[in-house]
């Protein structure tokens, strides 16, 4: 499903890596969740495809949320190929597929500290860290279903929402994950009538929002490789070059 060096063959296509390494406790009084331990694991410095990952959930026949633990990469239920997507358009997840019927039925919310997007300037990609600011929790939307494997295992996946970048993330890439206001957070959960009309207009507000609040940082280019996970991912990397134009290679 996944390669076991570096995810993906261009990485810069899509939003491909993340983080998640501040405590539990802390993304649980953030939503005023608990959150089970089985669900949460070690930091991730470096989340890649492929991973199990804490995401929130809503349970229609109690009302209430659920925090879950899914695998990094879609897959819905009727495929036979299980061939996993790591993301999904909020232009398209309407109407594609494989996105429809969890764009109805199963949203949900993923948890991260910062996520990483690829610059590309015609030669080598610089990974750049992506963060709101002071805000230690970023919630990104996503998409999850269920199926089959093939030894006969419930296998429950994920998919990151992505929509056009705000200004300033722009100037490093086109796309970047759907970001989540407090707000937004119970509609994109629990709102059946969440209409297509109602997100395309909440993203093309988050432009202006998010630029006010958001920075970035190069990396290394060491969260290429599916293998590290270390504190090292997130520190500034000066040396490398910053951004000056946008790529022209799109998601």
């Known amino acids: 499903m996944f390669s076991k060096g570096n995810c993906v063959s261009n990485i810069g296509d899509m939003c491909g890596r993340y983080s998640l390494y501040a405590p539990k406790v802390a993304f649980e009084a953030y939503y005023d969740l608990e959150i089970p331990g089985e669900c ?8 890649t495809p492929g991973a199990q990952c804490p995401v929130i959930i809503y349970d229609f026949n109690n009302a209430k949320r659920l925090a879950a633990s899914m695998q990094w990469g879609f897959v819905p239920h009727w495929s036979n190929s299980g061939k996993a997507q790591i993301n999904a358009r909020v232009e398209t997840i309407h109407e594609k ?4 019927e969890s764009f109805a039925s199963k949203r949900c919310l993923v948890l991260a500290n910062s996520f990483f997007e690829w610059f590309y300037d015609g030669s080598d990609p610089a990974p750049q860290r992506v963060m709101l600011g002071q ?11 269920q199926h089959i494997t093939k030894d006969g295992k419930i296998q429950r996946t994920f998919a990151i929402v992505t929509t056009k970048a705000c200004s300033k993330v722009s100037h490093i890439h086109p796309r970047m994950p759907l970001i989540l206001t407090k707000n937004m957070q119970s509609h994109w959960l629990a709102d059946k009538n969440l209409s297509v009309d109602a997100l395309h207009l909440y993203a093309k507000e988050l432009d202006d929002n998010l630029d006010r609040y958001i920075e ?3 990396v290394t280019r060491k969260v290429g490789k599916n293998s590290f996970n270390e504190s090292a991912a997130l520190a500034p990397c000066y040396h490398e070059k910053k951004p000056q134009k ?6």
Request: charged letters at 10%; zero cysteines; hydrophobic letters at 45%.
């Open 97 to 100: 597929p494989s996105f429809r």
């Open 135 to 145: 805000a230690s929790v970023v919630t990104m939307a996503g998409i999850w279903d």
């Open 216 to 218: 970035y940082h190069p």
């Open 246 to 251: 946008i790529q022209t290679s799109l998601f």
């Open 40 to 47: 949460w694991g070690e930091a991730k410095y470096n989340v």
